[in-house]
């Protein structure tokens, strides 16, 4: 591999950003028109470094060297076995690189440090090796029909698979999208978010020197309009996977079936409700809400931001969720001890900020932040609004940042039919100790994950993916696989006539 010039990290200077280049059939290279784009440290807004940036004709080389790995092999032809012995080793590589992978990942997103390599690298080598474990158990079924036939199914993987994915956790992105589709014996042209191009990169590298044959998985940055949207409408990619924001989603959608009618999977934005019962220890009640909403500088599509709080416990709950969110250490992700590091970028930051301005336009009331943090990088202040409504924007649209919205309810009913009343339906939280209210709302709720005294519990065997506008398909777990596998049928009469 080539490696550029390393620009110096801050933080720790011995970690450097080697891979910038596009990974096309197992090697780095520029892109076919030698234009790169800066990718953008969010603590200061500074470059970190300049990234290849991929285009159509980048996408199509990249689909041209996963369509001859899936066809000449030797991915598919391999045997399971070897393909997951590839998966194992690339999920021990992560686990001794966990260092460099956090730093880059923090570095190029902002996420504190200590979740980057406390809670997503464990979560990532986990997933590959999750996968790993499903490649040498997929199998067919022997049918029993009705007539003198022998009926057998075979799975066979889909062929090439394209992956689009957010800058909001781009290893575990990474890693939901290239496992299952490699241990089901896919080949894939992955294009990470224009934001965040840096470990997509370095992990591939990782996963090459796991023993990876060239071919099987390229990584293309770039942009969405151009890369993005190659690689959504071309026609030899025989499967689509896409992770981001629903309007972008539409957009894929509606390129897939205009060129090949490939069929895709989505995971796109929610409007979570995450519902407060009257019977709920309201500390903890507090401590869990705050968690749905501010993890990740609020920046998930899972994130409960509508808190709806039963009006029993209503005021004592205002009161300190304020003060949990004047406590939260917002400052540089990579000290120690800090919660919430900086927005992705610039653009997302304004977003943020426009939304806070409606909801003090609209009639909510902001008990605590409201404003950016410092004067440099892209810092918002822990926010928190009462008195939201249903028909206010901030309680309509993905904000996607740390804004907390609490609405009061009175009775189950009226929660259930507010909690639903949105386009969206990811996910949703219930605190309570009562069974039965337990049980009601989790039915009631028309979400794909409804999480009851907990939330984003993200293990690998749980199935993920939204009703509603929230998405199509299902992500990890066995529910994942179907996506990148075809059932042939083959059937033969019991004795040739
Ligand atoms: P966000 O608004 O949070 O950045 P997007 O849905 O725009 O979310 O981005 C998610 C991913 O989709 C990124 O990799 C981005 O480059 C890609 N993308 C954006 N626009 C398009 C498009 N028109 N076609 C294909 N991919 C796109």
Same mark, same amino acid.
């Given at each position: 591999?080539?490696?550029?010039?390393?620009?110096? %990290?801050?933080?720790?200077?011995?970690?450097?950003?080697?891979?910038?280049?596009?990974?096309?059939?197992?090697?780095?290279?520029?892109?076919?028109?030698?234009?790169?784009?800066?990718?953008?440290?969010?603590?200061?807004?500074?470059?970190?470094?300049?990234?290849?940036?991929?285009?159509?004709?980048?996408?199509?080389?990249?689909?041209?060297?996963?369509?001859?790995?899936?066809?000449?092999?030797?991915?598919?032809?391999?045997?399971?076995?070897?393909?997951?012995?590839?998966?194992?080793?690339?999920?021990?590589?992560?686990?001794?690189?966990?260092?460099?992978?956090?730093?880059?990942?923090?570095?190029?997103?902002?996420?504190?440090?200590?979740?980057?390599?406390?809670?997503?690298?464990?979560?990532?080598?986990?997933?590959?090796?999750?996968?790993?474990? &499903?490649?040498?158990?997929?199998?067919?079924?022997?049918?029993?029909?009705?007539?003198?036939?022998?009926?057998?199914? !075979?799975?066979?993987?889909?062929?090439?698979?394209?992956?689009?994915?957010?800058?909001?956790?781009?290893?575990?992105?990474?890693?939901?999208?290239?496992?299952?589709?490699?241990?089901?014996?896919?080949?894939?042209?992955?294009?990470?978010?224009?934001?965040?191009?840096?470990?997509?990169?370095?992990?591939?590298?990782?996963?090459?020197?796991?023993?990876?044959?060239?071919?099987?998985?390229?990584?293309?940055?770039?942009?969405?309009?151009?890369?993005?949207?190659?690689?959504?409408?071309?026609?030899?990619?025989?499967?689509?996977?896409?992770?981001?924001?629903?309007?972008?989603?539409? !957009?894929?959608?509606?390129?897939?079936?205009?060129?090949?009618?490939?069929?895709? !999977?989505?995971?796109?934005?929610?409007?979570?409700?995450?519902?407060?019962?009257?019977?709920?220890?309201?500390?903890?009640?507090?401590?869990?809400?705050?968690?749905?909403?501010?993890?990740?500088?609020?920046?998930?599509?899972?994130?409960?931001?509508?808190?709806?709080?039963?009006?029993?416990?209503?005021?004592?709950?205002?009161?300190?969720?304020?003060?949990?969110?004047?406590?939260?250490?917002?400052?540089?992700?990579?000290?120690?001890?800090?919660?919430?590091?900086?927005?992705?970028?610039?653009?997302?930051?304004?977003?943020?900020?426009?939304?806070?301005?409606?909801?003090?336009?609209?009639?909510?009331?902001?008990?605590?932040?409201?404003?950016?943090?410092?004067?440099?990088?892209?810092?918002?202040?822990?926010?928190?609004?009462?008195?939201?409504?249903?028909?206010?924007?901030?309680?309509?649209?993905?904000?996607?940042?740390?804004?907390?919205?609490?609405?009061?309810?009175?009775?189950?009913?009226?929660?259930?039919?507010?909690? %639903?009343?949105?386009?969206?339906?990811?996910?949703?939280?219930?605190?309570?100790?009562?069974?039965?209210?337990?049980?009601?709302?989790?039915?009631?709720?028309?979400?794909?994950?409804? &999480?009851? %005294?907990?939330?984003?519990?993200?293990?690998?065997?749980?199935?993920?993916?939204?009703?509603?506008?929230?998405?199509?398909?299902?992500?990890?777990?066995?529910?994942?696989?179907?996506?990148?596998?075809?059932?042939?049928?083959?059937?033969?009469?019991?004795?040739?006539?």
């Amino acid at each position: 591999y080539s490696t550029s010039a390393g620009i110096e %990290n801050p933080i720790n200077p011995s970690i450097k950003v080697h891979c910038t280049q596009l990974l096309i059939n197992g090697n780095f290279v520029d892109s076919a028109s030698g234009k790169t784009f800066p990718t953008y440290d969010p603590r200061t807004g500074d470059v970190i470094a300049h990234v290849a940036e991929g285009d159509a004709e980048d996408i199509d080389r990249a689909v041209c060297a996963a369509r001859k790995a899936f066809d000449e092999g030797p991915w598919p032809k391999m045997t399971a076995y070897e393909r997951s012995k590839v998966l194992f080793r690339f999920a021990d590589l992560l686990d001794k690189h966990i260092e460099e992978l956090a730093t880059l990942e923090t570095w190029d997103n902002g996420k504190p440090y200590e979740q980057s390599a406390k809670i997503e690298l464990p979560m990532i080598s986990r997933i590959i090796r999750y996968y790993a474990g &499903w490649a040498d158990k997929i199998h067919g079924l022997t049918i029993p029909a009705d007539g003198p036939h022998l009926v057998q199914t !075979i799975h066979e993987p889909i062929g090439v698979a394209g992956q689009i994915i957010p800058w909001n956790f781009p290893l575990l992105m990474f890693a939901w999208k290239v496992g299952p589709a490699l241990a089901c014996g896919c080949t894939i042209v992955l294009k990470s978010a224009e934001q965040t191009p840096l470990s997509a990169l370095y992990a591939a590298k990782l996963l090459h020197e796991a023993g990876l044959p060239p071919g099987v998985l390229n990584v293309v940055s770039g942009f969405g309009p151009t890369a993005g949207a190659a690689l959504a409408s071309h026609m030899d990619v025989d499967k689509l996977a896409f992770t981001g924001s629903s309007e972008t989603g539409k !957009i894929v959608l509606e390129l897939a079936s205009k060129s090949n009618l490939k069929p895709v !999977i989505l995971e796109l934005g929610g409007k979570s409700p995450f519902i407060v019962c009257k019977d709920a220890d309201v500390d903890k009640a507090v401590e869990l809400a705050h968690f749905a909403l501010f993890f990740n500088q609020g920046q998930c599509c899972s994130a409960g931001s509508r808190t709806y709080v039963h009006e029993d416990v209503h005021d004592e709950f205002i009161e300190k969720a304020k003060a949990r969110a004047l406590k939260r250490s917002v400052g540089d992700p990579f000290k120690a001890g800090v919660e919430q590091g900086p927005q992705i970028d610039s653009e997302q930051f304004e977003k943020i900020l426009r939304y806070i301005r409606s909801g003090i336009e609209s009639g909510a009331i902001l008990i605590t932040g409201g404003d950016r943090l410092g004067s440099k990088g892209f810092y918002i202040q822990p926010t928190v609004f009462t008195n939201v409504k249903e028909d206010m924007l901030i309680a309509q649209d993905e904000i996607f940042g740390p804004v907390q919205s609490i609405l009061k309810f009175r009775d189950m009913d009226e929660v259930i039919r507010r909690a %639903n009343s949105t386009r969206y339906g990811l996910a949703a939280g219930v605190f309570t100790n009562d069974l039965d209210t337990a049980n009601t709302l989790s039915r009631a709720l028309k979400v794909g994950t409804v &999480w009851i %005294n907990c939330y984003d519990v993200f293990d690998a065997a749980i199935p993920f993916g939204g009703y509603k506008m929230s998405g199509q398909g299902r992500e990890k777990g066995v529910h994942c696989l179907s996506n990148y596998l075809q059932v042939k049928a083959i059937v033969a009469p019991l004795k040739n006539p």
